[in-house]
């Protein structure tokens, strides 16, 4: 069965960097999309970015766009998160989900992974 997997999270201070990383396996091809949410505490689920199978297309939710980067890397056959100038909003659990569309609704996903929290100290 599709078990999704990220890493990569971490605590680091206001102005750093992390590189998330997302596998997804148990099936043939990528996902149609691959995509990125986070959720903080008390929080609803919000949409980070998503990657369509080949790359070509992406998506980034307003509060990341311009420091967050989505990308695939074929050579680990994962869909990466570059997170650029932390702030402490956000601090959240990092989610990696695969569905058959593009969508910002957590319910349009199918698959998800259990998460990886970064958090960023004010």
């Not at 989505?70 to 959240?92: C, F, G, H």
């Not at 569309?101 to 998800?112: C, E, L, T």
């Amino acid at each position: 069965q599709t078990q999704v997997t990220e890493s990569g999270g971490g605590l680091v201070q206001a102005g750093d960097s992390l590189r998330l990383s997302c596998t997804i396996s148990g099936r043939t091809l990528p996902p149609t999309v691959t995509a990125w949410f986070r959720q903080a505490p008390g929080k609803e689920r919000e949409f980070v970015a998503a990657i369509s199978r080949s790359g070509a297309v992406i998506y980034y939710g307003d509060a990341v766009r311009g420091r967050f980067t989505i990308s695939r890397d074929n050579a680990k056959s994962a869909v990466d998160l570059q997170m650029n100038s932390l702030i402490p909003e956000d601090t959240a659990v990092y989610l990696c989900a695969a569905g058959p569309q593009f969508s910002r609704a957590p319910n349009d996903f199918d698959y998800w992974g259990q998460g990886t929290q970064v958090t960023v100290p004010s």
